[in-house]
Nanobody
Framework: QVQLVESGGGLVQAGGSLSLSCAAS????????VGWFRQAPGMERGFVAA????????TYADSVKGRFTISRDNAKNTMYLQMSSLKPEDTAVYYC???????????????????WGQGTQVTVSS
């Protein structure tokens, strides 16, 4: 089974950019559809973006469309989230997640994902 580790979080001013990475190990990364979720204090974990096995089909939450870009490099077993034009409301712990191996689920549904990273904090100051 795959293990996921996020990195790249930090503090950034509103309007700035930040790039997150999710490194996978323990499995064949290209067998998994993967995505990013985030959770702000007192809020439920919510969908941010997802990407298909081959990286050709990204899906975004409306709140980040046009500002965030998801990508993956299967040769490096890594997924990325490039965030720009950041807003204070983007402040949250960001989690990467992977679905069941070989299975396709509903990208925006948290229940589609079986494996989770430990999360990385992103803080956007106003």
């Amino acid at each position: 089974q795959v293990q996921l580790v996020e990195s790249g979080g930090g503090l950034v001013q509103a309007g700035g950019s930040l790039s997150l990475s999710c490194a996978a190990s323990g499995g064949t990364f290209s067998n998994y559809e993967v995505g990013w979720f985030r959770q702000a204090p007192g809020m439920e974990r919510g969908f941010v973006a997802a990407i298909s096995w081959d990286g050709t089909k990204p899906t975004y939450a409306d709140s980040v469309k046009g500002r965030f870009t998801i990508s993956r490099d299967n040769a490096k077993n890594t997924m990325y989230l490039q965030m720009s034009s950041l807003k204070p409301e983007d402040t949250a712990v960001y989690y990467c997640a992977a679905m069941h191996e070989y299975l396709t689920g509903t990208p925006k549904s948290i229940s589609s994902y079986k494996y989770w990273g430990q999360g990385t904090q992103v803080t956007v100051s106003s």
